[in-house]
């Protein structure tokens, strides 16, 4: 692993830290040798510790005064993290300004990781390394193959439906389950976020974890699903209690599914029988910001944006926008221009002059037909209202992929639905 992408997932982790369902299951516990462990909630707790001790090993030595730079990253990492205040607050406690206060959170959050990364004993070693002695010399082969496929294997994360992707796996296991004496009952509610992953990955890893249950079960398997913060939870329930996992197919559904960043943990007894949890990414809520004067249009947008899981903030006004950006950081901001006191291109002005939000997606939608002079003042498209669903939807989705609008002849040419 890269220290870049270490020190992203102590980010990551520290941004939670007091959320003991996000922790349980965060990739970081397995990147730091000793914290990983067979209970859930130790786990968590055991990185939230570490997490405190490695910020309290900031902290500058006796005689330094309070007032030196060394304390202001070490400071800036307790009030935030330890202490759980906002920004707005931790500004306010250390008199700093918004920019210092994100340079200070920075240096910060690099000496955090370097620490970690000098300190602990990273787990280098490969999926294959971790579990051999456990295999058998075909079943280690096979292992050391998958993870040289896996090392070439480039991700395509698509959205899909967990749904669909169980009546897939059902599918590729009804031969299996025509020749033995298992049942598998699925009860997955409607309302679910979908998951985000490389569908050829998880189809391969849930049916070959499927696979080892239904070979091991006389009986019913049933299989749920719940939501746990930005991860899917998926329950496999049989009620027959096998004690080798590492046998089979189990250490290569256990590869696919860390290469998706998801996880795995069991609970196996003679009471309960066999529960398996699977962790896979869900897709992150996407934060817009929707600024206009009109209560019906704000509304009109919640409904339009709500049911394809984006979180909808309103503000009815660009000053009302401009004091909701201190505590929320939308993702892309929809702006109308005809306001009172404050019109949308004063606030578009503001957005682009402030470095929080200076590479935020704007879309400016108006009925004044000015496409043009939209994209000009640093707006990434233009709808025309009354604003149809779908090409809302769609000029949305283009942005946030960061994708230039279908069918573009050049980066300004404005999306005129």
């Not at 859930?40 to 309070?66: D, F, H, V, Y």
């Not at 200070?104 to 999926?127: M, P, Q, V």
């Not at 992707?165 to 033995?180: A, E, R």
């Amino acid at each position: 692993m890269k220290i870049t992408e270490f020190r992203k997932q102590v980010k990551e982790a520290l941004e939670h830290i007091y959320d003991t369902s996000y922790l349980e299951v965060h990739p970081l516990l397995y990147q730091i040798a000793g914290v990983t462990t067979a209970n859930r909630a130790t786990r968590a707790q055991k990185l939230r510790s570490l997490l405190k001790e490695s910020i309290e090993g900031l902290k500058p030595p006796e005689g330094m005064p309070s007032h030196s730079p060394e304390w202001r990253s070490y400071l800036v990492l307790r009030c935030r993290y330890v202490q759980g205040m906002t920004m707005g607050q931790v500004e306010n406690e250390l008199g700093l300004s918004r920019r210092q206060l994100q340079r200070e959170t920075l240096k910060g959050l690099e000496a955090l990781a370097s620490i970690l990364w000098t300190n602990h004993e990273i787990e280098t070693l490969s999926i294959s390394e971790q579990t051999s002695g456990v295999l058998l010399p075909d079943m280690e082969n096979d292992i050391k193959q998958l993870e040289t496929e896996l090392n070439q294997w480039k991700l395509a994360w698509q959205v899909c439906e967990l749904s669909t992707l169980i009546n897939d796996v059902l599918w590729l296991l009804k031969p299996t389950l025509d020749q033995g004496q298992a049942e598998v009952q699925v009860d997955i509610p409607d309302t679910l976020a979908p998951v985000f992953v490389d569908t050829t990955l998880a189809r391969q890893g849930l049916f070959m974890i499927m696979r080892l249950m239904v070979q091991n079960t006389h009986g019913i398997i049933t299989l749920t699903a719940t939501q746990e913060d930005k991860f899917m939870n998926i329950q496999v329930h049989s009620p027959s209690c096998f004690n080798n996992p590492h046998e089979d197919d189990w250490p290569m559904a256990q590869m696919i599914i860390h290469e998706l960043g998801g996880s795995l943990s069991i609970e196996s007894n003679s009471k309960i029988g066999f529960q398996l949890n699977i962790y896979l990414q869900m897709v992150g809520q996407k934060r817009v910001l929707v600024i206009d004067d009109n209560l019906a249009i704000l509304q009109l947008f919640e409904r339009y944006l709500a049911p394809h899981h984006y979180e909808v903030i309103k503000a009815v006004s660009g000053a009302e926008a401009l004091m909701l950006l201190s505590e929320s950081r939308p993702d892309v901001i929809i702006l109308d221009v005809m306001m009172p006191n404050i019109d949308g291109w004063q606030v578009l002005r503001s957005l682009k002059q402030n470095p929080i939000t200076t590479s935020t997606p704007v879309i400016i939608c108006s009925v004044l037909k000015e496409p043009q002079l939209a994209l000009s003042l640093g707006a990434q498209a233009y709808l025309k209202k009354p604003v149809d669903r779908l090409a809302l939807l769609g000029t949305l989705e283009q942005l946030l992929s960061h994708l230039p609008p279908a069918g573009a002849k050049h980066p300004q040419e404005p999306l005129n639905n």
